[in-house]
């Protein structure tokens, strides 16, 4: 019998080739046939471990679910960037690999950062999804997010509905 450590730490610069992998992995499972092809190709080539590395030792928190042999998903967040929203903080990404993703691995990464924005006085939390990202919209509806706002951008050209999620 093995025991499994799961941990959920800050961010090194060690960890940027996993973060990589994982944004990749995990894009491309969430985005494929939603995004047009060549943008989320582009996407892809631009979060190279080059980019994480300089991505970590920036000021926005990013931290890491870690099962003891590396990163296999993450989470971005920090204060809220859009003023005209009822939330002081914001999740900007959170993602896991594919084959990590369904077993509660993600609850726990999602209430670890809650906590830690709580903790930084930052209580109304936003959460932005791809409408035709149904299992992420479903995911927030299941913790407790309430829609909030809904816009259309363009993406490679496409243009793309994004649903805000409000946690209190």
């Not at 990589?20 to 582009?42: N, Q």
């Not at 009822?86 to 594919?98: F, T, V």
């Not at 369904?102 to 950062?113: D, E, N, P, T």
Request: include cysteine; glycine fraction near 10%.
């Amino acid at each position: 019998m093995s025991d499994l450590l799961v941990s959920i730490r800050h961010a090194k610069p060690g960890d940027a080739p996993a973060l990589s992998r994982v944004f990749d992995a995990a894009w491309r499972e969430a985005y494929l046939g939603i995004i047009p092809g060549v943008t989320l190709e582009k996407m892809f080539s631009r979060r190279s471990p080059r980019w994480w590395r300089s991505t970590v030792s920036r000021g926005r928190p990013l931290v890491v679910l870690d099962i003891g042999q590396g990163a296999v998903g993450y989470a971005s967040y920090g204060r809220c960037r859009d003023r005209s929203l009822p939330a002081n903080g914001e999740i900007d990404e959170l993602y896991l690999l594919p084959e990590y993703q369904g077993i509660g691995f993600g609850r726990r990464l999602f209430k670890a950062v809650r906590n830690d924005l709580k903790a930084r006085e930052m209580d109304r939390i936003v959460v932005w999804a791809l409408a035709d990202n149904e299992r992420a919209c479903a995911f927030y509806e299941s913790m407790g997010g309430q829609t909030i706002a809904r816009v259309e951008e363009r993406i490679g050209g496409t243009p793309l509905a994004k649903v805000a999620y409000l946690f209190r």
